[in-house]
């Protein structure tokens, strides 16, 4: 997920030893906090399992977050993550499209 930077810098300021070095990295070992994001006017909210937001491993010790900083670019790419932990179904025609989100059993 590519987030706002102060979203991104608060996200990880929760998790022990987590490091900023062009990237956010955490130690492999770390278990990580869910996170939580508002969808739409309704504001209607997915949790993305802590379990979820390890995205894979830099090195033996490290991994790369889920979380990353768009570093003060207009864009939010919210992108897998939140795809893979909620149902999402894309629905309507005729000028009339929208998105639609369900929990997932445990999320």
Same mark, same amino acid.
């Given at each position: 997920?590519?987030?706002?930077?102060?979203?991104?810098?608060?996200?990880?300021?929760?998790? /022990?030893?987590?490091?900023?070095?062009? =990237?956010?990295?955490?130690?492999?070992?770390?278990?990580? /906090?869910?996170?939580?994001?508002?969808?739409?006017?309704?504001?209607?909210?997915?949790?993305?399992?802590?379990?979820?937001?390890?995205? =894979?491993?830099?090195?033996?010790?490290?991994?790369?977050?889920?979380?990353?900083?768009?570093?003060?670019? /207009?864009?939010?790419?919210?992108?897998?993550?939140?795809?893979?932990?909620?149902?999402?179904?894309?629905?309507?025609? =005729? #000028?009339?499209?929208?998105? #639609?989100?369900?929990?997932?059993?445990?999320?």
């Amino acid at each position: 997920m590519i987030v706002d930077p102060s979203v991104a810098e608060e996200y990880w300021s929760h998790v /022990p030893n987590a490091i900023y070095s062009g =990237a956010y990295l955490f130690p492999c070992v770390q278990t990580l /906090p869910s996170f939580g994001v508002a969808i739409g006017r309704r504001g209607y909210k997915i949790t993305i399992p802590g379990e979820m937001l390890n995205y =894979a491993p830099v090195n033996r010790d490290y991994c790369y977050g889920g979380i990353q900083s768009n570093r003060g670019n /207009p864009y939010q790419v919210y992108g897998d993550l939140m795809f893979r932990s909620s149902f999402v179904v894309f629905y309507g025609g =005729a #000028g009339n499209l929208g998105l #639609g989100f369900a929990a997932k059993s445990g999320s």
